[in-house]
């Protein structure tokens, strides 16, 4: 899977709680994207990096946060989990913007 | 809202026969490509069109793209139940200096043997 972890790859939370998912990368790719899959909804981009320290909004990025302090890691949190945050989260890598992305095997979330 | 929509959001044909997807989307884009899920798994990439591009082959995949209408197609020839998957359209959005890739909802795909 092109060098693309996602961790944890379950996890059930209660709500409230703050919650850290991580995506790590061994292919030095500039981009890396985080979105949410539900169903009927399809791919939601939540938040994206173009580079160490450069992040920005995806189209549902309310209650999350990103951080990228290197270049192989993308660390997503949600602050205080909330049961519409249940979702399969997925982690993407891509050279540029407009690239080939790489796709993470999923982080299935539940939110209690 | 999202960039791409595709449609239908769901279609189930008999293996054999030839399957379409389309795809629209809203601003201006660089490239437009298409991925594949299997259930319950990440996206695979098949095939990225540049916006120069008007049609594109790879194996029994042949997608188009018109820049006017702002659509796309992708068209599955002879299609196999091992083709049984959802489909999405992503583009390319621009915003503020990056670019972002955006998805669509995409389109099921049931093949029957």
């Known amino acids: 899977d092109a060098g693309i972890t996602q961790s944890p790859r379950h996890k059930v939370t209660e709500t409230g709680t703050p919650v850290t998912l991580r995506c790590h990368q061994t292919?030095?790719?500039?981009?890396m994207y985080w979105y949410r899959q539900d169903p009927g909804h399809g791919l939601r981009l939540i938040h994206y990096?173009?580079?160490?320290?450069?992040?920005d909004k995806g189209e549902v990025s309310d209650g999350y946060s990103v951080s990228r302090s290197k270049t192989e890691d993308f660390l997503l949190t949600l602050e205080s989990a909330t049961s519409s945050q249940t979702s399969v989260y997925f982690c993407?890598?891509?050279?540029?913007?407009?690239?080939?992305?790489?796709f993470g095997q999923g982080t299935r979330l539940t939110v209690v | 809202s999202q960039q791409g929509e595709e449609d239908p959001q769901a279609l189930s044909i008999q293996e054999g026969e030839n399957a379409t997807m389309n795809c629209s989307y809203k601003?201006?884009?660089?490239?437009l490509q298409w991925y594949r899920q299997n259930s319950g798994r990440g996206l695979v990439h098949l095939i990225l069109?540049?916006?120069?591009?008007r049609e594109k082959h790879s194996g029994r995949l042949r997608v188009t793209l018109d820049t006017s209408k702002k659509s796309s197609s992708l068209l599955i020839t002879a299609s196999r139940a091992a083709d049984t998957a959802s489909y999405f359209c992503?583009?390319?959005?621009?915003?503020?200096?990056?670019?972002?890739?955006?998805f669509g909802k995409g389109t099921k795909l049931t093949v029957n043997p």
């Open positions: 993407a890598i891509s050279i540029l913007g407009n690239t080939e992305a790489f």
């Open positions: 292919e030095n790719h500039r981009y």
């Open positions: 990096s173009y580079g160490v320290k450069d992040t």
């Open positions: 601003t201006s884009i660089n490239n």
């Open positions: 069109i540049r916006s120069n591009e």
């Open positions: 992503a583009t390319d959005a621009y915003q503020g200096g990056s670019e972002k890739l955006v």
